[in-house]
């Protein structure tokens, strides 16, 4: 948690305020430091985000100035928003202020303290558990592809999770065949490091309640297989298992919280390479449903492993409900570009939860139609469907084809193929690379499940 505030020598102190004045900043000097302070507006209308993002506009500014100790002067934002403005504050200022893992000699990192109002210990310590989950998945997701196999993230994810008392199980090629998880294994028996199912049970609810499933994206690399992904987006490949980082960040948070929800995680991890052995488009498949599967791209690869990892959700860990989320098609992007993330859903209870989740988060998603028409434009005349459509709708059929496997389950598909990873932050409290998109917005979804009890 950030350190508290005791009267030490400290060069810079950002304060936020709402006094009703035009929104910006203002550097001046003051007592024995400089303050920038920085007017968030009129108090009524100001939210988490909005100061969020401000204490990342301030701290990036002090930082560029040359400022290697910031004091954050919470009392302006406990006055509108108490401890919860108090803790958006600090999670902005950490979050702007992350640093990827890097392998080059850095400089030392801006140090961060504390002045507010006591009573704000519990959100603020709830917030820092969420904070560090979020960097967690940051950290996963910019790391080079040659430092993360299937197997280095299976042991980095389960480190973690042990360490919070969650229940971990790792299931190699041999135990995925056994259970006839072939889509699965098809895409990560072609790469020369071997494919992980990676499952984290964290069981904090009532015993034997069904849990609510959360099934990330695990590709550690994604090259497109035989549908060779065109050299300028090579250097994103290593990214494409953001979806399975957020599900283990929202998982480490809910158990760090101690939060009363049963939650498993399953995370499908493969590489998506070119051997002899890989796929290509004609091949049918099979699946762990039992359903066949015509191959018309290799680059359609996540969902063909997400469908195998839904299966295994529903069928072995009896799930109740059931959350995917990928870096799953560059279609996305075409619809919201880098701020918004697309969904689908096919219960409209659950879609309110998941709704009411993202507005606490400050995260951005939008529901995408699921139209009979759409379900057809995955059918093929060879198996029981394919893997890419025949007629454009790319982002909902890439979500359909997923949601043929849930077996009637409450289902959310999350597309942040746009959202994972920014070259320039589209919001202040970003840094260039990994987002940790969904981390906050599952977590929320989850508690909000918890409360309810």
């Not at 980095?156 to 889509?183: C, F, P, S, W, Y």
């Not at 599900?247 to 499908?268: E, F, S």
């Not at 791209?297 to 959350?323: P, Q, S």
Request: aromatic share 6%; net charge negative.
């Amino acid at each position: 948690m950030i350190e508290r505030y005791q009267g030490q020598n400290i060069p810079w102190k950002l304060r936020l305020q709402a006094c009703g004045g035009k929104a910006g900043q203002q550097v001046q000097p003051g007592e024995g430091c400089c303050v920038l302070t920085a007017e968030l507006g009129e108090s009524g209308k100001v939210t988490a985000e909005q100061i969020r993002v401000a204490a990342a506009k301030g701290v990036k500014a002090i930082r560029d100035l040359g400022g290697s100790g910031i004091v954050l002067d919470g009392a302006g934002v406990h006055a509108v928003l108490g401890a919860a403005g108090v803790a958006a504050m600090v999670q902005g200022a950490e979050l702007a202020l992350y640093r990827t893992e890097s392998w080059k000699e850095e400089g030392p990192a801006v140090a961060l303290y504390l002045d507010a109002p006591d009573g704000c210990e519990a959100a603020l310590r709830e917030t820092d558990i969420l904070t560090r989950a979020i960097c967690f998945a940051r950290d996963l997701v910019n790391c080079p592809a040659n430092k993360l196999t299937p197997d280095d993230m299976a042991r980095r994810m389960v480190k973690e999770a042990q360490a919070l008392g969650i229940e971990t199980e790792v299931l190699d090629e041999a135990q995925a065949r056994a259970l006839g998880m072939e889509a699965f294994l098809t895409v990560g028996t072609s790469a020369a490091h071997a494919p992980r199912l990676i499952v984290l049970r964290y069981k904090g609810g009532k015993e034997g309640e069904a849990p609510i499933a959360l099934v990330g994206k695990g590709v550690t690399c994604d090259t497109g297989g035989y549908c060779l992904k065109a050299s300028s987006s090579m250097k994103g490949i290593k990214g494409d298992m953001a979806g399975g980082a957020a599900v283990c960040g929202a998982l480490l948070a809910l158990a760090a919280n101690q939060v009363p929800v049963n939650v498993t995680v399953v995370i499908p991890s493969v590489e998506n390479r070119i051997s002899p052995e890989s796929f290509i488009p004609g091949d049918v498949i099979g699946s762990m449903s039992g359903k066949t599967i015509e191959v018309g791209n290799t680059d359609a690869e996540g969902r063909l492993i997400l469908a195998d990892a839904v299966t295994y959700a529903v069928e072995k860990e009896g799930a109740a409900k059931v959350v995917d989320i990928a870096t799953l098609t560059g279609a996305v992007v075409g619809m919201f570009g880098f701020t918004t993330a697309g969904f689908l859903s096919n219960d409209e209870d659950f879609c309110a939860a998941f709704q009411s989740a993202y507005a606490r988060s400050g995260e951005q998603y939008w529901r995408l139609p699921a139209f009979p028409e759409y379900r057809k434009m995955i059918e093929s005349p060879v198996a029981d469907v394919s893997n890419v459509s025949t007629d454009g709708c790319g982002t909902i059929t890439a979500g359909l084809f997923i949601g043929a496997f849930v077996e009637e389950r409450p289902w959310i598909h999350i597309d942040i193929a746009g959202t994972a990873w920014v070259d320039s932050p589209r919001w202040a409290y970003q840094t260039n690379g990994a987002t940790g998109a969904g981390v906050t917005t599952l977590y929320e979804l989850c508690k909000g499940y918890a409360r309810e009890d």
